[in-house]
């Protein structure tokens, strides 16, 4: 059979052992169901594509077990459903139908929407499962396992998707390597398709060409898989939990820092970062409500997350952040969202770039991430974007250095700093004692409730330091003023 032939010759390791996952999978559906009760959903695409030789060698290599022969594919046995529509692309129709008839594909076409399609194909058929070309990444992946049930409210049947785990940079090794054809829109620049109405040429791929009519390099040139979509139209999103939104803008908002690492709690390590951090969060207006430090350990990161994130607006989370048995902070963020880790293509192309020749074999475990509510923040100056759960922050600073540079990115992706109104403070030093000020200070605060009023030493002998804090430099002034009043003149002197 060619397809196994030639990736058999290949020396793509990743491929080879992609490839055999992916049969595996094909394999033990065409175990577990009859060749009546399995159909194929068939879009053109390039994923569509590779599954469909995929099923062809599939399915030969598990008769060539069951028979022992070692003839040739003649046809292909498993129904294929096309859902035709409109908006498709001519280039896609025609080449779903050439496909058809060079491979001897046994072609039901529909023209309903998928789910009423599929429910009149299921009433007609004794189909139980259907495989699909889903990558992890694809919108319609979360969720799901290489053998899924449907979801609730659609038709019962099992979801099998071979190359739920395969990244762009893979697909496009297997059509190479394999040399068979797929659409001619992805000689054209094109290397996510969609309909008509949402999908254009990459702009990555354009060349400079002095002729009027732009012109791009082929799909399989794009180097990096993590802007595979960047052909698709999107509408203006703006980041979840945005804290740039007008209704924050005269709130103080509410963030917890969060440390991971037992070398902390040992007093092997000192944790530098979170009183950096704080200051940092301070400085543009936020408030700190806690910051706490965890065990490496799933269910407490887990715990403390969930709680923290109930409660304000942001939470930051740093350290346990790896490969290594110890890293568990990823686990911890999935399991308080209730989802589960899954491989991120887009985050594993970034850690190909960076880590290269490391980065080998069909999984790699620094690139799981928490499925369906990861969103990864980009910037220039980083080797490897933030990852942003909602309203969490996983940081990978290990140093304040480091700390410093995702600091001064994370700010201007989320408009962390300009989000809110910047808190004024005023210090006064003094030299009386706690019980002199204490009163004083308890009925400002009910008469400037807006202030935040505080107050500590740097020794336990030495001067008591009043720190006030809000957003109207003119209510400090007034409670400064205030305060002044009740003692004699020369008592609080300013810090300036």
């Known amino acids: 059979m060619e397809i196994d032939k030639a990736i058999g010759e290949c020396d793509d390791k990743r491929l080879k052992t ?3 996952n992916a049969i595996f999978v094909i394999k033990r559906a065409l175990s577990l169901y009859s060749i009546e009760e399995v159909a194929f959903s068939f879009n053109g695409g390039k994923d569509s594509t590779v599954l469909l030789h995929l099923l062809r060698a599939g399915y030969f290599l598990h008769k060539k077990e069951l028979s022992s022969s070692n003839g040739g594919l003649s046809g292909f046995p498993v129904r294929t459903i ?10 896609i129709n025609a080449f779903t139908y050439d496909a058809a008839q060079t491979y001897g594909i046994q072609l039901d076409i529909i023209r309903q929407d998928f789910k009423s399609g599929l429910e009149a194909l299921l009433k007609a058929n004794p189909i139980r499962a259907i495989f699909l070309g889903v990558r992890i990444g694809d919108p319609t992946a979360v969720g799901q396992e290489q053998f899924s049930p449907s979801s609730p409210g659609w038709p019962p049947f099992m979801r099998v998707n071979p190359i739920l785990d395969w990244s762009y940079r893979d697909v496009w090794a297997f059509l190479l390597t394999c040399k068979v054809k797929y659409c001619s829109l992805y000689d054209q620049g094109y290397t996510s398709i969609g309909s008509i109405h949402d999908t254009v040429p990459n702009a990555l791929l354009s060349v400079n060409d002095t002729s009027s009519k732009e012109k791009f390099k082929p799909a399989y040139l794009l180097s990096d898989g993590r802007l595979e979509r960047a052909g698709r139209v999107k509408k203006n999103a703006a980041l979840k939990n945005d804290v740039g939104s007008d209704s924050q803008n005269h709130e103080v908002l ?3 820092v969060i440390a991971v690492g037992d070398e902390i709690l040992s007093g092997t390590v000192e944790d530098q970062l979170g009183l950096s951090l704080c200051k940092k969060l301070t400085s543009v207006g936020w408030s700190v409500q806690q910051t706490s430090v965890l065990r490496n350990d799933i269910d407490s990161v887990s715990e403390e ?3 923290q994130r109930s409660i304000c607006d942001m939470v930051f989370i740093y350290g ?4 290594l048995h110890s890293d568990v902070t990823l686990a911890g963020v999935a399991k308080a969202f209730g989802v589960r880790l899954a491989p991120d293509e887009e985050f594993e192309e970034y850690l190909r770039h960076l880590i290269s020749e490391q980065c080998t074999g069909d999984r790699n475990e620094m690139a ?3 499925e369906g509510i990861t969103e990864l923040l980009h910037h220039e100056k980083l080797s490897v974007p933030l990852i942003k759960c909602r309203n969490v922050i996983v940081l990978a600073a290990t140093n304040t250095k480091e700390l410093e540079k995702e600091w ?8 962390l700093g300009g989000s809110t109104s910047l808190m004024e403070s005023k210090r006064l030093m003094t030299s009386l004692t706690d019980v002199e000020v204490a009163e004083p200070l308890s009925k400002l605060g009910l008469e400037f409730p807006d202030i935040y009023l505080g107050c500590y030493r740097k020794s336990r002998r030495g001067p008591i330091i009043i720190c006030l804090k809000g957003k109207d430099n003119a209510r400090i002034d007034s409670a400064v003023q205030a305060l002044c009043k009740k003692f004699k003149e020369g008592v609080f002197v300013d810090m300036k």
């Open 305 to 307: 997350v969930d709680r």
């Open 18 to 20: 992609k490839y055999n």
């Open 368 to 370: 799981q991430l928490p």
């Open 408 to 415: 001064e990115c994370l700010t201007e992706l989320t408009k």
């Open 82 to 91: 096309y859902f035709e529509s409109p908006s498709a692309f001519t280039e």
């Open 320 to 323: 346990g952040v790896g490969p």
């Open 254 to 256: 509410l963030a917890s």
